[in-house]
């Protein structure tokens, strides 16, 4: 339990310079793409096929539409979507429910609860190990970034950032490798 309180300090700690913030961003995008992968190359591995939810469905709706429309959509507004949907219920319940004293043990849970629903809505219950455990680290962002400090317009920021890099690298990574 002392290293959750350490976790929850540490995240209290709201990064205040451009280039810790650029650091911070970095880290959580990076542990991202090593966790997807190292997931997807072991979940493969074992023989157990890894499908996003909704490629089959998004790919033939959008044909013919200009490339640039395409790549804004997937990297920037889905990824302001589902951090909006899955990091704001968490701040804003947290503090109507518990004002500015938010108790360590609502936020884990709260946490895992909508990272495991964001997992699963990415795909199946496979997806809540690869984007449900990556929801975990967007939501560190979302509360390191600013929201503990009651600023989640900063932390939204910082989360959407984050996974707007991890879904580029992600579209672009299966072109390089």
Do not use: D
Request: aromatic share 18%.
């Amino acid at each position: 339990m002392e290293r959750l309180w350490y976790l929850w300090y540490w995240l209290s700690e709201e990064p205040m310079t451009w280039q810790s913030i650029a650091g911070f961003i970095v880290n959580i995008v990076a542990v991202s793409l090593c966790w997807s992968l190292g997931m997807v190359t072991v979940l493969n591995f074992l023989g157990i096929r890894v499908v996003a939810q909704g490629a089959q469905e998004i790919i033939p709706a959008v044909t013919g539409w200009p490339i640039w429309i395409i790549v804004l959509f997937t990297l920037f507004i889905l990824a302001f979507v589902e951090e909006v949907l899955f990091r704001f219920p968490l701040f804003f319940v947290a503090l109507i429910v518990f004002g500015k004293k938010w108790p360590l043990s609502v936020n884990l849970w709260s946490i895992v609860i909508l990272s495991a629903i964001f997992g699963y809505l990415h795909g199946n219950w496979i997806n809540i190990f690869i984007q449900g455990v990556i929801g975990v680290f967007l939501s560190f962002a979302f509360l390191k970034g600013g929201a503990l400090a009651l600023r989640p317009g900063k932390g939204l920021l910082i989360s959407t950032t984050a996974h707007f890099l991890y879904n580029a690298a992600v579209m672009v990574l299966p072109f390089i490798l």
